[in-house]
């Protein structure tokens, strides 16, 4: 095992798609830590993170940004995460794993029970859902945790999303595990199917900034240089599970970190869970969910129960929307010609879409001939119309269709599979899924990963780092509040 730097022994006691991210000279000094009034990291951090080998370089993906070696892996049962989030939600001990698990998946079901998808709440907007969803709803009716169990969760890959951290330093990006359903010849159902748990790691000093999340960045690019598997495992294993992996900074794995609203009717803060179904081979369809706590006496833990609720699927805005057939048409073409200059960057990298809750659809479906993110088949002469004079004002040379098949890249469906191998427009083209995944139940990545998304997030996580070197030079730059370090939009879908 190579030597720890000073930095790492002061320390230690994740598919998705692509984000519009920022030049990367503009990923320098984070204003926030350079402003009037800032708070600067504490100083023990600050200087363990200054006399930390800088600047860095080579970046290993497979270590760093995509873990998928089984050793890691191994340490990431369903039954654990599921585990830690009753523990940290605080809720009644008689609400077990398999309680939760199978009142989630019965979402995808119609019924008089709350939290079915025919519920008001659900698809208020009403854009179209498939509900019932009968083949998803067959997982409700099995028990996963169980060592005999035909149908498994079956961890394949952890995602690093240092870069969905907010410019501002309001959190520290997202740190992501995606299960695959795996089943054998006597489960009542066949997949594939995926779950993924997002998790948004919080800022435990925000008002010092970004900066105070340097120790994150740090810790995932020092997983580079250590070459023994069963280390970076349980490195990996205390910072998302125990704790203490990156000295002040929680576990990822935490109810509060997946969005957990705290009570009946309040609202959701970050991360989310997110589902990728083809279960009995019926039509592929992405959902997002969020965790809720609700307790009859507030302050008795006995009576709380915690429930994955079906939120919206972000930047996922309805077709009719674009067909003006909507009573929400209009707002939202004010709103969309506003996103018309992120959607026309030069990479297929760099292209972005961030769209209200209003108007996007809660779920998200890429099956052909089925699916609903196909915008240049349903704009109307109006919304084509704001288009091209946008563009005008641009002085772009890019299509109407050019821009409408770019917003279909940052849906879901769009990412996965519908806009695979379509011509966007200034030499761009959509790269390859793995045919409607990013990664797959035997843990291979996809082109569109390898070959575009993972280098970007790699010279991110480098330049963040070398920016912040003890000998760096950085001009101050301006926030902006609304990107991320990476340049996506905050709270953006990938």
Request: hydrophobic share 45%; with cysteine; aromatic share 8%.
């Amino acid at each position: 095992m190579p030597r720890l730097v000073p930095w790492l022994l002061t320390l230690t006691a994740a598919a998705a798609c692509v984000d519009d991210p920022a030049p990367l000279d503009d990923v320098g000094e984070a204003p926030s830590a350079l402003t009037e009034g800032a708070v600067a990291p504490a100083p023990d951090v600050a200087a363990a993170a200054a006399a930390a080998a800088c600047p860095v370089s080579g970046t290993v993906p497979a270590r760093s940004l995509a873990v998928t070696d089984a050793t890691a892996l191994a340490r990431f049962s369903f039954t654990r995460v599921m585990d830690r989030l009753r523990a940290t939600a605080a809720v009644s001990a008689v609400q077990t794993n398999l309680g939760i698990y199978q009142a989630w998946f019965r979402t995808f079901g119609a019924t008089a029970a709350v939290g079915d998808c025919n519920d008001a709440n659900i698809d208020p907007e009403r854009y179209g859902l498939r509900c019932p969803r009968t083949p998803e709803l067959k997982l409700a009716a099995v028990n996963p945790f169980l060592a005999t169990s035909a149908v498994k969760f079956v961890p394949v890959g952890l995602f690093n999303r240092f870069d969905l951290a907010p410019s501002t330093g309001a959190n520290c990006g997202e740190y992501r595990i995606v299960y695959s359903v795996t089943t054998t010849a006597a489960a009542p159902l066949s997949g594939p199917g995926f779950v993924i748990f997002e998790a948004t790691l919080p800022n435990p000093t925000p008002a010092a900034g970004i900066a105070a999340c340097l120790p994150v960045a740090r810790f995932w690019q020092e997983l580079s240089t250590d070459a023994d598997a069963t280390s970076r495992a349980a490195k990996l294993e205390r910072f998302y599970f125990t704790g203490g992996a990156v000295a002040g900074f929680p576990a990822v794995v935490d109810a509060r970190h997946y969005g957990l609203a705290n009570g009946a009717t309040a609202a959701f803060t970050n991360g989310q869970v997110r589902t990728n179904m083809f279960i009995d081979g019926a039509e592929w369809a992405l959902r997002e969910f969020k965790l809720r706590k609700s307790c009859s006496v507030a302050t008795e833990p006995s009576t709380c129960r915690l429930a994955f609720d079906h939120v919206q699927v972000k930047a996922n805005p309805a077709e009719e929307l674009f067909a003006g057939t909507h009573a929400r048409s209009s707002a939202f073409l004010t709103a969309f010609v506003n996103q018309i200059p992120a959607l026309v960057r030069t990479s297929t990298a760099t292209i972005g879409l961030s769209t209200s809750n209003l108007f996007n659809e809660f779920e998200s479906v890429s099956m052909p001939g089925t699916e609903t993110v196909r915008y240049r088949a349903r704009a109307n002469a109006a919304a084509r119309a704001a288009i091209q004079t946008k563009l005008t004002a641009l002085g772009s040379t890019l299509t109407t269709n050019n821009v409408l098949d770019r917003a279909t890249t940052q849906t879901c469906a769009g990412c996965h599979q519908t806009s695979v191998g379509v011509a966007l427009g200034g030499g761009l083209i959509w790269p390859s899924s793995n045919g409607f995944t990013h990664i797959d139940g035997a843990k291979t990545l996809s082109p569109a990963l390898t070959g575009v998304f993972l280098p970007r997030r790699k010279a991110v996580l480098e330049a963040f780092i070398n920016a912040r070197c003890a000998t760096a030079r950085v001009a101050p730059t301006i926030v902006d509040p609304t990107l991320t370090i990476g340049g996506s939009a905050v709270g953006a879908a990938n």
